[in-house]
Nanobody
Framework: QVQLMESGGGLVQAGGSLRLSCSAP????????VGWYRQVPGNQRELVAS???????RYADSVKDRFTISRDNTKNTASLQMDSLKPEDTAVYYC?????????????WGKGTLVTVSS
């Protein structure tokens, strides 16, 4: 059972910033792409950012130019720097290891970390 752990969420005012962190077992992390997802209750989970093994990044249009995904292969962690936050960014954020198509999550979801952006 692969355990994914997210941290760094919290309450922030609109326009503020947060940095989320994701950790995964090294044997899995280093050889695969990583994605950050978010989910609002009642809605489907959506992929907001991904980073390949080599560092190539992709972003959903809704977060482009505001969020930055990065990874540290020496620490088996991936981060999501979120700037210029908006109330509509409020959600539970999850990370997962991605399949070769860079969109399909491979493992069970962790607990996620809640981000709340107040207006």
């Amino acid at each position: 059972q692969v355990q994914l752990m997210e941290s760094g969420g919290g309450l922030v005012q609109a326009g503020g910033s947060l940095r989320l962190s994701c950790s995964a077992p090294g044997s899995i992390f280093r050889g695969n792409a990583v994605g950050w997802y978010r989910q609002v209750p009642g809605n489907q989970r959506e992929l907001v950012a991904s980073i390949s093994m080599g560092g190539a990044t992709r972003y959903a249009d809704s977060v482009k130019d505001r969020f930055t995904i990065s990874r540290d292969n020496t620490k088996n962690t991936a981060s999501l720097q979120m700037d210029s936050l908006k109330p509509e960014d409020t959600a539970v954020y999850y990370c997962n290891i991605l399949g070769p198509d860079l969109t399909r999550p491979l493992f069970s979801w962790g607990k996620g970390t809640l981000v709340t952006v107040s207006s």
